[in-house]
């Protein structure tokens, strides 16, 4: 008898064992309830690739993204929304409503969708739209309205946690007839109405504001000023065009959430990227701040200082200008997020430091799958073969350190009264920075973040901050201020730097710093600071270019390109001798000014390179200029290199706990040494706690007290870790499986444990305090299928500092429903006192499987989250047609169907879910397919997906060894196709390495197929 099973079915079956407790979001937080209604504390992390949370509860996470495009409304029709939430976890929910017109400008009730113009003339298409349109702006404005509208009536309300808006939509400058007229009488404006400072500015004569024109974007650097004029008109232009998109869909959800934008990084300081979109991270988070309530969303991939540089600059971004105002929980969304293809050991170091650097929560992309291609090959947390990658599990463990302290993460800031420096993002002059021709995606010569990533190896704090941030109430909070080719400042900015420096404030800067406003006229705003005036930019001659060098105690060996020539006033050259030795000495020039100083250099500091000598020796010729100044570092280590090294900024709460993360900066471990750190003097705490990347336990650290801050007697740093410095009784959990047998493949520090076998786990209990932790209760809870005795540990009051363990015992059933391979299940510890659940940690463990036991797909096919595969066999399967070379006259195939004639370019069977473009059509009433598996192994199923009708209505199965012999092992002769589309054929036991599957049409005319799937078992 044929058996026959569905994806329906086997939903269906698994629906028949009541939903795990852990499988929700709130299993592993203390800051969700029941129905996932986040608290004040609450910590957004998750993954995208997983909508339906099969797997991110058990991995600790909580969120995902999803979005809804309703192409429906261009004409006139309701959106075909169906409801995404299912009770696990919480969705970051994107509004595509630029989207809907990607595919055609005519709407029913909006007329021609307009379309913003290149320089050259060339309408954009797609999602991008002239929001100069008024009609256009209202299209998208209703739109958004429309899918929040859709959401709430298909009853997701209460699964939205956080809204964003179209994928990484950042437009084009607008060079359309409404930008120009507008940009007109904004210019107008901007000058105050005085036409001849805009023609000094731009090098023009125009007779009427009516006049200008806006320069191309080829002509940044031949029209300075009229460039920086065009730009700041379009920045402003989109952020209020995305102010209103917010609030359209604001005002329509009845909880008012925040929402924010899925921005790039790109747009942040690769110039290339950025004189190309009209977007200013500084200006959009002014504009939408109340909107967002205090997030600030980005996109963004990389690793080590360049995250954390990028991070610490859109936080400073979205704070307000004024530093005592604490409206909202201010902090960085990260829409998308991975160290590209990255190891787990990289991710470790990069993403542990990132919640000191204003990151507050978001996704990572992307889960991944079996089979996967491109992107989610490349930075899925699951390998093609299906296999969890090293960072996969390190995010398990970085989800168990967040919500080991979740309310602390989410409400900490940085800790006031802190040694910091300030280093100015000085965007006019990104978008004046010419570029280096070795990538689009490459900074400016005059790199910022390597004058960044010396300064952290030189031991000193940076935050990386906007013009907005040059006032004197938040400027008072740092001993230096980098200005690395500020070129461009207005003269409010100059005069705040002014002020900076007159109060006792150290100033470090380059080139032409402060010789042109705004607008690029001349202003020498910072003459008088500097002591010097500028004369110009020495260009060279042949035998004697601008290459220039500064002298060390190793000789003239940091290398620096350009050189401005000057003259001093009040100021003095502080390397004279230097240049008496070499006429292609860079130079010093210093400056007291009021009670600060002014150091300026006369070449590129971002620029400054070693010559034969480790890049140490730029990072000490930067921090012996800044204690030169009398600014200290704020770190060290005894052991280890500051370019080994990253301590980021103590983070506190207003009750005075404290935190600090530390991580390496290489692949190598940092030994076990003293990390001797500045501290507030606020920071009250009596006992520290270590908790490395590799776990999820505990460590007491010994400590002692210096003038400014503590020496922590750290212990070996494998990739990173966090110090717990508390003042009040917050229960710390720690857990780990003692001696486990087995250890994931790409992580040895996740166990694997056995079906059947019983294993002890310890669980600690820490009081941070400077007080007593009440009496409470210690349980561990595991799958409902599992075993964990005892019940709980009653726990006496802890005692400040004190540390306690307690060991369980989980047995683990010898089959169960949840029992996937690459697949995690979470031991979650917790601590109750006075009936409130105040403590969480989690481990996830993952299971050796016997593969023999189950039925993995055996031909290769492209999966994808919404119908993953867990059980997969990468055997190298391909198949061919079974026809005859000629065909009779009309019969023909198409792989894929997207073929403009017959014939097979693709594998359109085997390459992923899509019905439209990789389908496959037989114009023909029969068709055989062959899968050739490489090996031979026991034929279990055949799972077909339809494409379009017309559908097969009959489908046969045979088996074969050798590939001449084929037997019949299954016949479908009316296939029943499930609400996903496909159908299941189980076949009799069956030996063998080559399938023949045979399709049946209802008619000659053929039809379409999808996907076809072997199923099977290794032979025993």
Known sequence: MKLRLTLAALAAASAAFALDPLEKADACSTQLSPELVPAEGYFPIGVLGDHRFRLLPFAGLNLCETSHCCYEFKDGKPCAYRKAGNGKGLFFFNVWAAHTVYNSSETKHYGTIKRPVSDSGREYGRQMIRYFDPATRQYVLDAAAATVDSVMKQGDRGSVFIWGIDNEWEPPLDYSEEAVTAFRAFLEKAYGGDLSKLNRAWGETYKAFADAQPPKVAEYTLKPGAWLDWRRFQEEAYADFIRDYFKAIQERDPDH???????????????????????????????????????????????????????NYLYHCILPNDPAERKFRYGVFSGEANNHAGPGWQFAQSYWRLPSNGYKGGNFFVLGYFGAKNDYSTFGLTAPDGVRRSRFHYLTRYAAMIHRSEPFWAKAEPAAGVPRIAMLMPQRDILLANDTGVSRWDYSTNNRLSVYSHLRNAGYWVDVIPYGKLNPAFLKQYGALFLVGAEHLSPKECADIEAFVQAG???????RAGSFDEHHLEARGLEKVLGLRHKGV???????????????E????????????YETTTGKLLNAEDLFHNAKAAQVVGNDYGKGKSFWFTTRLGALRPESVEPMVVSNFFGGWLKRGGVKPAYAHSTAGGDRLRVEQPQMTADGNLAIA???ATRFALPAGTLTVALPAAAKFTHAFWAPAESALLEKVAFTRTADGAAFALPEVKTAGILYCFTTPEPLLGIAVLNPRHAAKSDPATPELVPGETVKVKVQLANPGTTELAAGAVTLRAPADWKAEPAKFDTAALKPGELREFTFQITIPESSAHFRPNFVYPLVAEFTAGGARTGVIHQSVGMRLDPKKFDHLLSDNAT???FPRDFAIRTGAEYIYNFPEELPDGQYVKDPSSNKTPGRSGNGLTDGLDWWSRRVTFAMPEAEVVFDLKSAYEVTAVNLRKGAPAFPNGIEVEVSEDGKSFRTVAKAPKPDWDEG???????????????????????????????????GRPLK
């Open 554 to 565: 190793y000789g003239n060996v940091i290398r620096g390109d350009g050189k401005i020539l």
């Open 538 to 552: 020495y260009t060279g001659i042949e035998v004697s270019p601008d290459d220039v060098w500064y002298n060390t």
């Open 257 to 311: 959430r925040a929402v924010v934008t899925k921005s790039t990084q790109c747009t942040i300081e690769m110039q290339s990227v950025v004189r190309n979109r009209a977007l200013n991270h500084e200006i959009l988070a002014d504009r939408t701040r109340d909107l967002s309530k205090g997030w600030y969303g980005i996109d963004q991939y990389g690793h080590g200082d360049r995250n954390t540089y990028e991070m």
């Open 981 to 1015: 589309g496909w159908t299941m054929v189980k076949t009799e036991p069956a030996k063998g390495r080559y399938v023949l599957v045979r399709i049946k049409y209802p008619t000659a005319k053929g039809g379409y197929l999808d996907e076809l799937e072997i199923y």
């Open 662 to 664: 530390v991580a390496g």
């Open 864 to 866: 994808d989250g919404r």
């Open 505 to 511: 404030g150290k100033l470090y800067s380059d080139m």
